[in-house]
Each structure stands twice: as structure tokens, then as C-alpha cells.
């Protein structure tokens, strides 16, 4: 079992940046890959980010490329997203999510995770 809490959403600016955080508790953090996934009203819920157990491997969404970055801290049981340079389409309940580590493949699938934070809503205003 994992709980996740995450922090750090709010209402920014377009061109601002907010930073995401996720604290998890439980089981081995080592053992899992951690996603970031965002929804949108009326939307399905779509894959933002994700980091391997050691950090070495990330991925992103083409929509988010280049203007997020995902990373933890295993000493600290805590993934962040960091976001620059956001945009309106950007607004989204954003949702920290787990599974384990292997297989990588399939990870950028909702289905794929088991464990699932609450959300923390991100509001980009134009």
C-alpha cells in the first residue's frame, strides 16, 4: 500500500510556474515508478509525466516537453513537477500517481498505475 498526498497546485499567470510536489508514504518508494497526470472539466484523465525508481529515465507528453521537468527525491519519499511557462490549456486537477517499477513499458497508462493521490487543481489565467 502507498498513500500520496500532493501539494504545491494554485492559480498562476500564463508565462508563470507553479511547482508540484507529492509526499508518499507506505511501501519502498523505490519500488515504484511515479506519473504525474492532469484532467481537465469535461476531459479524460491524461498522462503528464513519469520518473523511474533511480531517476534515471523521465518522459513527458509532447504537450509538456521542454517546459516541465519531474524529478524525486528517494531520501525524502517525494516526487515534484516543476512548470514553466504555462499556459491556460495547462489548467487541471494534476494527480500523482504509482506503480511498480517493472515493467517501465506502459507507463505513460492511467491503467497501469495502482495507487492514486487526491489531485491538487492547477488554474492558468490569459
Known amino acids: 500500500q502507498v498513500q500520496l498526498v500532493e501539494s504545491g497546485g494554485g492559480l498562476v499567470q500564463a508565462g508563470g510556474s507553479l511547482r508540484l510536489s507529492c509526499a508518499a508514504s507506505?511501501?519502498?518508494?523505490?519500488?515504484?515508478?511515479m506519473g504525474w497526470f492532469r484532467q481537465a472539466p469535461g476531459k479524460e484523465r491524461e498522462f503528464v509525466a513519469f520518473?523511474?525508481?533511480?531517476?534515471?529515465?523521465?518522459y513527458y507528453a509532447d504537450s509538456v516537453k521542454g517546459r516541465f521537468a519531474i524529478s524525486r527525491d528517494n531520501a525524502k519519499n517525494t516526487v515534484h513537477l516543476q512548470m514553466d511557462s504555462l499556459k491556460p490549456e495547462d489548467t487541471a486537477v494534476y494527480y500523482c500517481?504509482?506503480?511498480?517499477?517493472?515493467?517501465?513499458?506502459?507507463?505513460?497508462?492511467?491503467?497501469?498505475?495502482?495507487?492514486w493521490g487526491q489531485g491538487t487543481q492547477v488554474t492558468v489565467s490569459s
Open positions: 500517481a504509482a506503480k511498480l517499477s517493472t515493467p517501465v513499458a506502459g507507463s505513460t497508462r492511467t491503467q497501469a498505475y495502482t495507487y
Open positions: 507506505g511501501d519502498t518508494f523505490t519500488s515504484y515508478t
Open positions: 520518473i523511474i525508481w533511480n531517476a534515471i529515465s523521465t
